[in-house]
């Protein structure tokens, strides 16, 4: 008798099950693609299957994780870096199991607080990003002729809000006469591509020959200005297998080419520098990686593609002069506008960038009054902005634009604009409820007690993706090569989905190496609220949004088990085109980026 106690609990530590009742599953539980519903939906115990015998290093196939080592840019030790955290809210056991299979319906897990903030800020393809210029033949007026260490400064000077991104001007300006770009630029490019990845930072990619505006908008065509459209198709097909060969670290392409900084203005279009617009949209297209996005500035250019082209989807946009009023800087994408309408409209299917004007530029007139936060001639509404990315489902954001800024690079300042100031704004739960902001619960408190939050940290935790795990379910045999059924209920707090993400369940040892692996789940496809769905405002700005229902998401599949017994831990992941772990928003345990949902003995 005493035996037989010994080997039962030697076994329970290993097994994982809920419930008094040994009786086994009788449906796999497993979530159907695209299906979503409200946060207080009520989910059944049956679903659709949804799996595939490939993940990282394949079904029943071994291998360490795909995780690109290094330090991140936050400057914290990332845990999905190579590392083991035992997070509080990993797999408890319940007092009565069955020994040899899983059995648990709807185990709720952990959500994280205000203490996981950086961990998070870490997540790769969301947040606020970096800025650099790389001139491509190394003498390009208003760039870096070595961006390598702009890009590097920057880093270092914005360390603490944890950049993952940053948007690189390749400026071609030097051969807009020569349709042959010569091997050092190749050689450039590849040396900038080459440290970011290091760096473990992924790119916006612009392509531009216009570097300035001049003479009130007029360009110089010629050299160092506008290049011809034959001259950027033959660059375009030598840059093909570059962007081939760098695909991993490219967040999205942007169109650019034409106009000043790319922007698709302040061009001539004219004469031996007419541009079909159409042909070169979809030139571009043809050059980016397959499974990479394209922004553009404007919808109107995406229209150039018609909408039934599978082209068509794989556009997004980037709005450089995000204001959320009316502006005459940016008339075509103000609110209320039709080209505004179709980003809110087609926000959701496609990763969207925006940039703030430069704080020196905002404060020194133009600027209409209604822009301003009251009683200030400097500092933008906040919730003009943020309601803005919210409605745009916004990704990224850049940080170098009216925020901190050092006069253009001038080595002046910093000075403080209107995204440092939002830091003294403070943000409460009412407040976000009012507007129809998610917010995760625990982001307002940390060890049990209530923490204070500004406007400026809901900005930077909540553009792109906020992802939590909430429900875990499995059933099966415990036995080698066996199956075992899985499903997680998760939730999407933030503005986007997560792009450029893949997601599955696997089998790892104690050390984090994958023994067996499924992809499941569509991390594109996980919104936190229901697409196209637009924000009210007024004269004054955005009032909020009327649809304040919060998606939840699953996601299963059939995994099986090692050929080999022995005793093992069950995870989720999510990870990125480069190799970088998403860490979800919970107190749970993670190995090498894994999330530890069980751990198991097979036999």
Known sequence: MKRSL????????????????????????????GVVSGETASTGGGFTMESTNSGPGGADSSGEPGQTTGKSVGGSAATGSGSTTAGVGGPTRPSAYVPGRLDIKQRTLKAGDAGIDQRLLENPDRGLRLETRLSVDGATPNSQPNAIDDLRDQRDFYLEDS????????????????????????TRMQEFFDQARKWNIKLLLRFAYQYDQQNGGTVRPGAKGEARQSVMNSHLDQLKPLLEKNKDILH????????????????????????????????????????VFAQIRLPQYKNLIPAADPLYKRISFHDDAVFGVYHPWNKELSPGKEQYKQITREAANAPVDGEMFWGGQISSGGTPVNAFESGTKDEIKRWNVIGLMAEQRMTSFSLRHSYRETDHGSGNGPYAYSMEKWKQRPVTKT???????????????????AVS???????????????????FSAAGELKTNGKVSLSVHL????????????????????????????????????????????????????????????LTHEVGAQLTLPKKAGNYHIAFYAKSTNGRFVHFGNQMKT????????????A
């Open 453 to 471: 939050r500004s406007a400026f940290e809901y900005m930077r935790d909540y553009l792109g993706y906020k992802l939590e795990l909430q429900k």
């Open 163 to 186: 950049p993952q991104l940053a948007q690189a001007y390749f400026y071609l300006s030097g051969y807009a006469d020569t349709p042959t770009l010569p091997a050092s630029a190749i």
């Open 6 to 33: 010994a080997a039962l609990c030697l076994c329970s530590l290993f097994v994982g099950l809920v419930g008094c009742s040994p009786k086994p599953a009788t449906s796999g539980l497993v979530s159907q693609p």
């Open 431 to 449: 407040e976000l409820d009012g507007m129809g902001l998610f917010y995760a619960p625990g982001w307002f408190e940390k060890d049990g007690k």
């Open 591 to 602: 190995i090498n980026g894994y999330h530890v949902l069980e751990s198991v003995s097979v």
């Open 491 to 550: 939730t999407n707090y933030g503005f986007s989905a997560a792009f450029n993400i893949e997601s599955g369940f696997a089998v790892i040892d104690d050390t984090g190496k994958v023994l067996t692996s499924v992809k499941a789940g569509t991390p594109a496809s996980w919104h936190s609220r229901a697409p196209g769905a637009a924000a009210e405002r007024n004269s004054g700005g955005f009032l909020g949004f009327s649809d304040k229902t919060r």
């Open 252 to 291: 999205v392409v942007q169109v650019g080419m034409i106009g000043a900084w790319g922007e698709w203005h302040s061009y001539s279009d004219s004469g031996d520098y007419a541009i079909d617009e159409a042909a070169l949209v979809r030139k571009v297209l043809q050059t980016v990686p397959a499974g």
